[in-house]
């Protein structure tokens, strides 16, 4: 089945500094790549997210890219605020099932 | 605002009850999944549904079954809670075959 690895696993960064969370998947099979942020007390909400047939998405201060040759995607956050300190988890899935990485907790410092 | 609900946001359970966690989602989606999130594990996959009465097993199974009576409501049952059981447990729901999950707020379990 499907594996998918997520570093760093903790990640601090200065405020308006970008943020870099990467991610390998196993099964050359998987064609959707969602990223989720979880704050506090809160579920995981979903970000953004890409499919197989594209390289790069970008949505203002994020961004995801995808190498399917290598089976790496990673996500990308400029320009970082207070507000992105959560935990990270990326995803891959071929069907209505979603594999999780096992998250990167990101710290903003002031 | 479509949404997932979790019935409880916090429970304390003692050994060897048997535990109920109720989800409801109002998209009509089809799937309901159930997850439990741990520190340094990430979210594990406990059980899912595609359909109303059916159910699969995810990657930990054990010590846990489901309910699917209605398409909105999809229930965890912990039939003999153990304090290895204590988490935070998570229910989402999703379009058939389509993008990424919506998550509930989670519940917080803790079994003594």
């Known amino acids: 089945g499907e594996n998918v690895e997520q570093h760093p696993s903790t990640l601090s960064v200065q405020e308006g500094d970008s943020a870099v969370i990467k991610c390998t998947y196993s099964?050359?099979?998987?064609?959707?790549f969602p990223w989720y942020k979880q704050e506090l007390g809160k579920g995981p909400q979903l970000i953004i997210d890409?499919?197989?047939?594209?390289g790069e998405k970008k949505d203002q201060r994020i961004a995801v890219t995808l190498n399917k040759t290598a089976k790496h995607f990673s996500l990308h956050i400029t320009e970082t605020q207070p507000e992105d300190s959560a935990v990270y988890f990326c995803?891959?899935?071929?069907?209505?099932?979603?594999?999780f990485g096992k998250g990167t907790r990101l710290h903003i410092l002031p | 605002d479509v949404k997932v609900t979790q019935s409880s946001r916090y429970l304390v359970k003692r050994t060897g009850e048997k535990v109920f966690l109720e989800c409801v989602q109002d998209?009509?989606?089809?799937?309901m999944f159930w997850y439990r999130q741990d520190p340094g594990l990430g979210l594990r996959l406990i059980y899912f549904?595609?359909?109303?009465?059916?159910?699969e097993k995810g990657d930990i199974p054990e010590g846990y079954s489901v309910s699917r009576e209605k398409k909105e409501r999809f229930s965890l049952i912990l039939e003999s809670a153990s304090t290895n059981q204590t988490s935070m447990y998570l229910c989402?729901?999703?379009?058939?075959?389509?993008?990424?999950?919506?998550f509930g707020s989670g519940t917080r379990l803790t079994v003594v």
């Open positions: 995803a891959a899935s071929m069907d209505d099932k979603i594999i």
């Open positions: 989402a729901s999703s379009q058939q075959g389509a993008d990424g999950y919506t």
């Open positions: 890409i499919r197989s047939n594209v």
């Open positions: 549904s595609y359909d109303v009465k059916m159910k």
């Open positions: 998209m009509d989606h089809e799937n």
């Open positions: 099964d050359s099979a998987s064609n959707y």
